[in-house]
């Protein structure tokens, strides 16, 4: 089997940038999202993307055509039975992920094959609700996707070798470098950053320092690019709380369990960047402190 065109399920930030790699390297992608706003907004975004590379001579006006070309949108899931490969982005909850994938397993043939791209849920576990495990694979990027390079390729009890191989392959033509990740909660990479994410938020909560300064400290301490406070606010509090609630859940390592003040922010809907507070105020258009949350 070959995968030549694949359906992206879910249009947010997550969803479009695979979309928009996936694209940029040759796929036909159809673009699936509930309402006509989202996929509208969606495509908008990449094309707003795209058009930033051709301004700086990345792009030429002629492959920027042809990338837009190969996206197309829709808001009925029905769509997917024509499609090689699905990949599910929607949001970080076992229930709704399990039922998006059981009405698609209903839709497509036999051969599709069937993606998430979960921060943290355990795959053998979506897995579980489907006819074709050997067919379910994790492949969770990292935000944002067309500049992060990592997928995690995330192999389920019961996926096969074949398909394995088959988005390994996929992974490398998009331009990306696929690690193999046996499953298990926040497989590789979500695991140590929230055993990191855990420690600064008990150093906030003991005072060691402020929000600000914790931050500082990791990015220049650790050469990384953001401290753990600002990545939070850049992948959205609700996706944090949620790797969060999943990590504990599935270890029982209070280690692990929701950090107070990330719930209360949450219950507000002061989310991170998309929605202009979050650990940090951007309602200005820059990046501020909020001493309202400093403990």
Sequence with gaps: MEIKKLMMVGSGFMGSGIAQVSATAGYKVHMFDITEESVGKAKAGIEKALSGSVKKGKLSEEQFNAIMGRITTT???ADAKDYDLVIEAIVENLNIKVDVFKKLDEICPPETIFASNTSSIPISQIATALKRPDKFIGMHFFSPVPVMKLVEIIKGLKTSEETCALIKDLTQKIGKVGVIVKDGPGFLVNRVNSALIAEANKCLLEGVASIEDIDEAIKYGMNMPMGPFELGDFVGLDVAL????????????PMFAPFITLNKLVISGDLGRKTGKGWYDYTSGQKKIRDDVNI
């Design 75 to 77: 808001t009925n899931l």
């Design 242 to 253: 949620a790797v969060s609630e999943n990590m504990y859940e599935n270890t029982k390592n």
